[in-house]
């Protein structure tokens, strides 16, 4: 590995925002829908505020469905929401005077969970959207418009023993300074003295937690909070200038950071026990490269984070590892056992008495200078999501370093948010993972009829698969409705000719790289030929020998060692999508069905191999998989019906269907719901076997 000291550069500048309010669009819109504009404004812009961070209002004039009297109502981001990407439904609606009567129930901090109670209470029009725990910082405030927001240029001085001082330089009185107090009703309460005693304030700094700022319209509250993230990120940059970040670079990036990862992630997940299996996410991007590189990387990663938002995502704080000492395996297993070890440690030192039990004790965070930032999670959405706040993290702590020193957030506080009573009801409400959440599969012949079937029941069932073809812009096509359908996270697509053992090598790395690992290979890539043996040539025999034997081969054999590191989970499996011709004899096609017989074979061997590592083999067996198949799509259909003496249309179909014992048609999606079931836990306890989804064939039962 490339590890040496190098010189140190510029800290990386803050992104400075500007407003794009566009008064065309906003023109003749609703209260509401001002505020779901300002709000996905907000939400839009990454230098303003991160995913599921900050929160908008604005108090409405209603007409009250009981009473048909005007009623002023506030609408709030909701519980759980993104300002981002929400619509109007993501608004908690409830009756103000409801809310500012609350308070006769308040005695004290003790009451803040208390208080959440109330809040279905005060619900107005019976919308089903739960308010969330920052309802009271909106609707103690005598202001119409309000903005919450955590931008990481605002928390990097509310996270740094010089930011109140800051404060005060960059905005004198109109910007007020409030100490760190958990959110809640005591938080409100604070705030809306705080206003009440200086109405000239237009906002507050939260120590460790943001921003919040008011306004009369929704423009201006808007153009507001832009305009004071960008003057904070003005002012960091400033002070930042011609400097090195974080004490400056002592090592250099590893020009095969990518190769690395792919490596070292397969081997940290299969080290990770729990309930559930992880995913990966990796980064190298140059601001987490700064940080990694850096000579204090050492005492700011073991503070952890500041903002409650950053630290429910990525845990107290990360685990750094000894990049020369990745090879070695003894040295992680150790690595993750003592991560797991200071967790619990910690879990024991904060616990109260009614904290709910231990959590997964696993690391989130992993850092390795000179390579990168990785991030696990049990889906890969959360998995991206946590490395998009560990970056926001490091963000803060640069700009926290410039102005003094960065201030983490209190164990003991951090601990009562990750275990708080509220936050864990949360967690019990949420629905169970589908079955295959956190497995992770890759489809050869992924844009073809059944790779591509196969693919989407996985996918469905909340499996992440990585699509391997030959055929580059077929598959990209296939990946891209796949994404719109399941998500971006969840699917990937490599272009892979699996007889060209670089090529897939590559494309295991490749999902290595993208998901963590591996859990499920589905070897589908295939051809069809047909031809007597007098007109079968060595060209065309070894083509099919190269594919549907050698190409099963190459994949079973790169896919092992990624398969044997989740023995400790459980196990994995490996699905052939062999054919009918592999156990009966067919003439006029002796390379085609030869060659998928060896496949057939070749899986039986290794069920035998894989059954210590927990590796299961299996095989389904079609047969005229006429309607979504590429492979009929070419000769092998013209080939065909010439040789059963029938049309290359329907009337094919009509012969292959007919000769059926069932006399139904195979579709791909048939073949996706054997390959599914043998891919999943429902088989566990089956290896060796072969299913025949061929609407019934007696020369081919295998037994």
Known sequence: MNIQTTLAGEAIPFAIPASRWDDATASGMSESELLLYRSNLLGGDLTVTNFGGGNTSAKVMETDPLTSEQVEVLWV??????????????????????????????EGEQDDDKMVGFLPHCTFNLNSRAASIDTPLHSLLPYKHIDHVHPDAIIALAASSGGEAVTKEIWG????????????????????????????????????????????????????TVRLIAEAAEYLNNKMAGKPAFGGAVTSPTKDRAALAAALMPRLRGLMTGARRKLGH????????????????????????????HFLRTKIAPLVLDPTRLEDDAYLAQSIADYRDLYAAYYERCKRDNSPAMRDANPVVVLVPGVARITFATDRATARIAGEFYLNAINVMRGAEAIGQYIALDEQEAFDIEYWLLEEAKLQRMPAPKPMVGRIALVTGGAGGIGAATAARLLKEGACVMLADRDGDVVEEV???????????????????VTDEAQVAAAFAEC????????????????ASSASIEQTTVELWDRNYDVLAQGYFLTAKHAWSLLKQMKEQGGTSVVFIGSKNAVAAAAGASAYASAKAAANHLARCLALEGAPEGIRVNVVNPDAVIKGSRIWDGDWRKERAASNKVDAGEELEAHYRNRSMLKRDVLPEDIAEAAYWLASEAS????????????GNVQAFTR
């Open 479 to 497: 990946r891209t409705g796949f994404a719109r359908q399941f998500g971006k996270d969840v699917v990937r697509c490599v272009t892979c000719d």
């Open 173 to 224: 009185d109109a910007i007020g300074w409030l100490p760190w107090k958990r959110p809640g009703f005591t938080l409100g309460v604070m705030i809306r003295d705080f206003a009440k005693a200086n109405p000239q304030a237009k906002g507050a700094m939260l120590a460790g937690h943001g921003i919040i700022c008011w306004a009369d319209t929704a423009k201006e509250c808007y153009e507001q």
């Open 77 to 106: 981001k909701g519980s759980g929401g993104d300002i981002g990407s929400m619509k109007l439904d993501g608004f908690a609606t409830l009756y103000e005077g409801k809310l500012l009567a609350l308070e006769d129930h308040y």
């Open 512 to 527: 290595a790289r993208e998901f963590g690992g591996l859990d499920i290979l589905v070897a589908n890539a295939g051809i």
């Open 282 to 309: 990796f980064s190298d991007d140059e601001a987490t490269l700064e940080f990694v590189n850096s000579a204090d990387l050492p005492r700011l990663a073991a503070l952890g984070t500041s903002c409650p938002d």
């Open 684 to 695: 566990a306890k089956s290896t060796g076997n072969m299913i025949n989804v061929d609407a």
